[in-house]
Nanobody, 120 residues
Framework: VQLQASGGGLVQTGGSLRLSCVASERTFSSYAMGWFRQAPGKEREVVATIARSGGGTYYADSVKGRFTISRDNAKNTVYLQMNSLKPEDTAVYYC??????????????WGQGTQVTVSS
């Protein structure tokens, strides 16, 4: 599975961005998807995840109420809508895919990352 993330950029505090991640896999709908981020000097952390069907979502406490993950299985795409951005959201954002044949859930496939910078 190849993942191509896009949509990052420079935005002011309080602004919005929408990240997109397109998957090459034709069975995209069978994969759970997630967005992760890594800030300089910090470990990678999960931001949000979404189940195969799109019905189940998870958000890190730090982004609840501000970020929304969604997916369009017809377009092989997962999105991360980011509102009310804060400087602490600055990081490289990665999308990842968890194959259905691995339990427990494990994100085996990763995109190249897209930089999000929030200026104060």
């Amino acid at each position: 599975v190849q993942l191509q993330a896009s949509g990052g950029g420079l935005v002011q505090t309080g602004g919005s961005l929408r990240l997109s991640c397109v998957a090459s896999e034709r069975t995209f709908s069978s994969y759970a998807m997630g967005w992760f981020r890594q800030a300089p000097g910090k470990e990678r952390e999960v931001v949000a995840t979404i189940a195969r069907s799109g019905g189940g979502t998870y958000y890190a406490d730090s982004v609840k109420g501000r970020f929304t993950i969604s997916r369009d299985n017809a377009k092989n795409t997962v999105y991360l809508q980011m509102n009310s951005l804060k400087p602490e959201d600055t990081a490289v954002y990665y999308c990842a895919a968890a194959p259905p044949w691995v339990t427990p859930l494990r994100y085996d496939y990763w995109g190249q990352g897209t930089q999000v910078t929030v200026s104060s």
